[in-house]
């Protein structure tokens, strides 16, 4: 297994896991085993090991924000039955035109096709059974908190400002909201157990700029060349991009196929994003593994997690199964 020596910023990185391993980064919670981003998916990755628990950001209407991994509530939520009149023109229901109040009367769901009505996951957990809500990020921090002092361990947070441009746009500043949340909890330095997360390159340098976040920073990158704010993420992965966004970021966290395709069943093909990352002192955490979704023509999650920590050699992932990346690296 291959430790983290590249820096002390990238060593600083794994030590936040108690014996100095890379990084396991609960996606959403729990979410292959419960309906994302509930406070039951956060407790129970807790309890299997993660090292960081994330928390995707949204606004509602009067300013709070509240742990979902999208702007719209139709696709884990009984909104449409709930509130069927806040339906925008084009088709969606979105978070910030509902109320907290509102937004707490609204049942959570395993992920599904507002089209097809079918889950997203066939697999994980039943639709419309159990009871899960919406929760605010001071909610779940204090859950975390709790849990914490309970157990002893010291579980961090990986929030992401979801869309900041859009937000904006309609009216909110998100960042400007959850910054101060964050520092409130004892979120606000690179000794923290924090990393913030953002897409949109404009409000990763907002962020540390006029808004002086102090905190450890990093930049998401898709899968495609260009993000819908305009970002081009193909060009942050060369070494020059990289190099620029080192003055801002302490890390990156590339889609995998970013770094590790399977172009047939028995060939593999790694990029050197993460060679080029490290010279530039920025730690490195793809998002997502998921069993019951791997990337096309890899043969195994075996395969998968080796590619991704013993060759490409990643400092952390984001997981669907904390437990089974857990074990992975234990072995």
């Known amino acids: 297994m291959k430790t983290i020596l590249v820096s002390c910023l990238l060593a600083a990185s794994a030590a936040f896991a108690a014996d100095n391993r890379p990084l396991v980064i609960a996606h959403r919670g729990a979410s292959g085993y419960l309906p994302e981003h509930t406070l039951a998916a956060k407790a129970y990755a807790h309890a299997l090991g993660a090292d960081f628990l994330e928390q995707d950001l949204v606004l509602t209407k009067d ?26 023109a084009d088709g969606r229901f979105y978070a910030l035109d509902l109320t907290l109040a509102e937004l707490k009367q609204l049942r959570v769901t395993e992920r599904f096709n507002v089209k097809t009505g079918k889950l997203v996951f066939a697999k994980r957990f039943p639709a419309e059974q159990s009871e899960f809500h919406i929760a605010t990020l001071e909610e779940e921090l204090q859950l975390i908190q709790g849990l914490n002092r309970s157990t002893g361990r010291t579980v961090g947070i990986y929030p992401e400002i979801k869309q900041p441009k859009w937000h904006r746009e309609q009216g909110h500043d998100i960042s400007r909201l959850v910054l101060p949340i964050l520092a409130r909890y004892g979120y606000a330095t690179k000794t923290d157990a924090c990393f913030l997360q953002c897409f949109e390159l404009v409000e990763v340098r907002r962020m540390r700029g006029e808004l002086g976040w102090q905190g450890r920073l990093v930049m998401l990158i898709e899968a495609g060349a260009k993000g819908a704010d305009g970002t081009d993420h193909t060009a942050l992965c060369t070494d020059a991009g990289l190099r620029d966004l080192a003055r801002v970021v302490d890390g990156i966290g590339p889609a995998i196929a970013r770094i590790v395709t399977w172009p047939s069943a028995t060939e593999r093909k790694i990029s050197d994003l993460v060679k080029l990352a490290h010279a530039a002192k920025l730690v490195v955490h793809p998002y997502t593994i998921r069993l019951d979704d791997l990337p096309k023509n890899c043969p195994s999650v075996d395969e998968l997690h080796a590619a991704l920590f013993r060759d490409a050699g990643i400092d952390g992932v984001f997981t669907d199964f904390t437990d089974v990346t857990m074990a992975w690296l234990k072995k």
């Open 63 to 88: 300013d709070v924000p509240v742990v979902l991994h999208d702007i719209y509530l139709d696709t884990v939520t009984d909104v449409a039955k709930r509130f069927p009149d806040r339906k925008r």
